[in-house]
């Protein structure tokens, strides 16, 4: 028994390559932090344990050089107010627990780079939530419930990096805050059902776009409105095939992106063809349908406006298209409400001219 003490203490307890001090609980069937915690510890582990609070009394004034705690996969509910002070914190791992709030990490606000909060049970972020973490570079929420973000949350903070991956986000939350900032942006499988230029168009330093497994038929020439983008990740969308959608086949050789072999949900006749088989030119001649008695036929291709935004113009003015049924209309509406670019056929003229 004491030699196995002592190998476990060998294993949990050493001099890191750096000259920190690293020490590892993990999978001892824990249900508090251990108190046979060096004083100079720097990077602490213990997941995979049964922990399901942190307290005060747990970290404070206790361990001066902490910089690193990992506490994934115990069944965490509850963070006390206050926790962590004294410590030099700036990487906390909270995921795969049960935690419903955004902890408060209010001691360590000017030394918190990331937190890691994948696989729980948050629900919303609210104003306060993140705004005193000026230091906060990166933020991982995949995998949790959140189902609205408030308009100025993460402002005040330095963030580069978001995962809101596997969510029930059903708009692209505000970033504005950090628009000098972010470079990723990770929401893949949520409800997003359209991105508008209004939404992204201020992200002027993102680079990295994942908007794979969303309900998105058609997207804007984001290539435009996000000068910075070199990646974008639109794999199992139910993409419309059509002339919204003609700038892709327009970007440079460094521009990535990844989608399904056979992209185009609609129109049924490109179910079976794959992305390289369809030609800008096609795409461009392809009108886009905005309900099921009217479709977009593009006029303009440099500033195309996203169809969603033209449906909803249709929709407002919906008894003026169908006194119309029998003709084009051009400029039918004012320009703010309904973007020359556009003309908007009805169902029977769609039959007769596609």
Sequence with gaps: MEIFRLVTMLVCLFETTLGGLEQIFDDQGLTSIPLNISGNVTDLSCEKNAINTIRTVDFNDKYPHLSSILLAENVITLIED??????????????????????????????????????????????????????LTTLNLLSNRIISVADGCF???????????????????????????????????????????????????????YLKGNRISLLPDLAKYLPSLTKLMINELPLQC????????????????????????????????????????????????????????CQVTSDIIMASRVKEHVEANSDYLNEQENMSITGAFRVDKCPSAYVVLSAKEYDHRV
């Excluded at 990487?91 to 729980?120: C, G, H, M, Q, Y």
């Design 155 to 209: 402002a005040g903070t330095n963030l580069g990096h978001v995962i809101l991956d596997k969510n029930l986000l059903t708009n692209i939350p505000d970033f504005l805050a950090v628009n000098a900032t972010l470079r990723t942006l990770d929401i893949q499988s949520n409800e997003l059902v359209d991105v508008s230029p209004g939404e992204v168009s201020y992200l002027g330093k993102l680079e990295n776009f």
């Design 242 to 297: 059509c002339c919204g959608m003609a700038w892709m086949k327009e970007l440079s050789e460094s521009f990535s992106v990844e989608m399904d072999t056979r992209p185009c949900v609609s129109p049924s006749k490109w179910n079976e063809s794959t992305w390289d088989e369809i030609t800008g030119e096609m795409l461009r001649r392809e009108p886009c349908e905005i309900d099921a008695s009217h479709w977009i036929r």
């Design 82 to 135: 206050g926790s962590f002070k004294g410590t030099k914190l700036s990487r906390i791992r909270l995921r795969k627990n049960d935690i419903s709030v955004i902890p408060d990490f209010s001691e360590v606000k000017s030394t918190l780079t990331t937190i890691d909060l994948a696989v729980n049970k948050i629900t919303e972020l609210s104003v306060g939530d993140l705004s005193y973490l000026t230091q």
